[in-house]
């Protein structure tokens, strides 16, 4: 009897799976802001209106003005009195020509020298000067401005490449053997 056996190849194996790895680094914004700036300046209009004049014509004058009219109404009058008494005399001297100058030059010193007119007016007669002065505006403007700058993130990779392990647990083999005691071994 022929006894044949076989043995068949056993093979085990590793897998390791490869592996990608990554890591992301985000990317940022870093800036920094400059506010614009309006700068304004104002220099105020003005109005200027000068009313001593009206007020000088309404009797109520500055010590200049009130100084200044009565040092003129004085020269007037001292003016007009020397006239008077100048010509009155030129009379007297004259008295041999004829003529009575006494009663004449009496009645004019006592009444009629003292005489006025009236006449109604209106005060102030006169415009008080007006002067306008221009105000100015005056702006100044500074930009502002954004300084920025982009930091570029990044990606790291790590590759473990992966692999097959393979072991021959037991290698195929047949194995024939005879059990009996005729063999014929002609061929």
Known sequence: MLSIRTTP?????????AQLNMTQKEGRFEGRTIL????????NPKLKIDQS??????????????????????NSMHMKGLERVVSQGNELAKIENGGN??????EYNVFDQYKKEFNIGTVPRSRPKIEV??????????????????????????????YVKYVIDSYNSISI???????????
Do not use: H, M, W
């Open 53 to 74: 004049e009206c007020f000088n014509e309404a009797g109520s004058k500055t010590n200049s003005a009130l100084l200044d009219e009565y040092i003129s109404y004085s």
């Open 133 to 162: 002065i221009e105000g100015n505006v005056d702006i100044s403007v500074r930009e502002g401005k954004i300084d920025k700058e982009y930091i570029r993130g990044g990606v790291e990779y790590e590759y473990i490449p992966g």
């Open 36 to 43: 614009p700036e309006i700068r304004i300046k104002t220099t």
């Open 177 to 187: 053997e005879y059990k009996g005691k005729n063999v014929n071994t002609e061929v």
């Open 9 to 17: 190849l056993v093979l085990s194996y590793e897998i390791k799976n």
């Open 101 to 106: 100058p006494i009663p004449s030059q009496a």
